[in-house]
Every structure is written in structure tokens, then in C-alpha cells.
């Protein structure tokens, strides 16, 4: 499973970790990411998205049948 939000988009984010004596090695930062199923009731069956929790209350706010039409208008097959 990628690292990245299907509703939101969100990514890893990369960048260095200093140790006490300075040394810098590469380090990356995820997102809190989690598989999450809901129903179309339109469609009659079952959809499962990876989701932050930014894209959950996106979907709790604006209903999961008008994101799922977002996702789709972008490309992205469901």
C-alpha cells in the first residue's frame, strides 16, 4: 500500500535527521494513512480508499458519493 491519500493527496514528506554529532542521513516523514470501506448506495456496493484523517472528515463532510465523483473526474479508477 502507497503511502498517499487518495482524497487529500498527502504524501510522504522527506527530509534529514541530525544525530548529536551532526551527521545527517536521510529520513522520511509518512503520512497517517488508513484503508477505510464505505457503500455506495448508488452504485450498491462496496468501495475501500486509502485515507488520512484529513480525507475521512473530508468524506464526513461532503458525503462519500460526491468524493468518489472527484477521485473519478481526476482519473483515478475506483
Known sequence: ????????GRVPG???????????SNRRWNP???RKTYV?????RRVTLTLSPKGIKTI???GIESV???I????EKI
Open 32 to 34: 497517517n494513512i488508513q
Open 14 to 24: 522527506f527530509g534529514k535527521t541530525v544525530s548529536h554529532s551532526h551527521k545527517r
Open 72 to 75: 473519478r473526474a481526476r482519473g
Open 1 to 8: 500500500m502507497s503511502a498517499r491519500c487518495q482524497v487529500t
Open 68 to 70: 468518489v465523483a472527484r
Open 40 to 44: 455506495l448506495p448508488s452504485e450498491g
Open 60 to 62: 464526513d463532510r461532503d
